[in-house]
């Protein structure tokens, strides 16, 4: 869009201010991610849930266990929920997560839930395509800067119905877990983390943008439980989320997750409590 007013005379000194990180995440809580990996090393395997392509299903993961989720068949991308198992309306907070670790997440973040609770939720220990880093047009993997897809604006844009977007297939997914109708379900439905994604903002505009993702079968990514989760995975309608999405058009696969109980707990853990923040 064309500014629709003239620079003022101090416009260079102004853009060059020097910007500041407006969180540390230096003061962060250490996640231990040495004890996390060798508890997982000596995990086994107790649950597969595989998720079909443009369907959305639900898993549960007690503390203190871990869980994959793995590309398989062919390039793919899935829209992560997480709840807690406790009580569902303390969710994953992508935005906060966002502020705390950046636009994408990979090896020794953390997925931090919602307040009045702000505690970690789960931590990431593993992450096969943490060497794509960042790309030439700004892009990265595993974003939590887009919301999900989903019927409300694919209909707000194109004016046509769609009922398998992420939005829609999380929905359906967390209404059969919990044994409510959708309606009930869809207001604890929450932005997602991007799993296998590509995204970034484009550098004259700042739009949004999305690119075919650099997965490949038997690349995944490994989260440590930190409290009792309900997780909710949709196999993005996508794709690779090279063309497009919420279409039937673009070549889909299927996501498998995974659980693995570890013998013990891992070192020096212990559940996190909810914040201590309390009002006057």
């Not at 508890?39 to 266990?65: K, N, S």
């Not at 931090?112 to 970690?120: A, E, M, N, V, Y």
């Not at 484009?202 to 989760?229: C, H, N, W």
Request: with cysteine; glycine share 8%.
């Amino acid at each position: 869009m064309d500014s629709d007013h003239a620079p003022p005379p101090d416009a260079a000194e102004r853009r060059a201010i020097r910007p500041v990180i407006c969180y540390d995440p230096a003061t962060l809580p250490d996640a231990g991610l040495p004890a996390l990996r060798a508890a997982r090393d000596a995990a086994r395997l107790v649950h597969e849930t595989l998720v079909p392509p443009r369907e959305g299903r639900c898993f549960t993961v007690p503390a203190g266990h871990f869980f994959a989720i793995v590309s398989v068949d062919g390039p793919q991308v899935g829209d992560l929920n997480l709840w807690s198992a406790a009580d569902p309306r303390e969710r994953f907070y992508s935005g906060k997560t966002r502020a705390l670790h950046g636009t994408h997440l990979t090896t020794g973040d953390r997925m931090w839930s919602s307040f009045p609770h702000l505690r970690p939720m789960a931590t990431i220990i593993r992450d096969t395509l943490d060497w794509y880093g960042i790309d030439e047009y700004g892009g990265s993997v595993h974003d939590v800067i887009g919301t999900r897809c989903d019927p409300y604006t694919h209909r707000l844009l194109s004016g046509a119905d769609y009922h398998h977007c992420c939005h829609s297939n999380l929905t359906r997914a967390l209404a059969a877990h919990l044994g409510v109708p959708p309606h009930e379900a869809e207001p604890l439905v929450h932005d997602v983390l991007n799993v296998f994604m590509c995204t970034g903002f484009t550098r004259d505009t700042g739009q949004y943008f999305m690119k075919a993702s650099p997965v490949r079968p038997g690349d995944r990514i490994e989260f440590f439980a930190e409290i009792d989760l309900i997780g909710g995975l949709s196999a993005c309608p996508g794709g690779d989320c090279s063309t497009e999405h919420s279409s039937d058009t673009a070549a889909c696969y299927p996501l498998l997750v995974q659980v693995y109980a570890p013998p013990s707990a891992p070192q020096g853990w212990s559940p996190p409590r909810s914040s201590d923040y309390r009002w006057p």
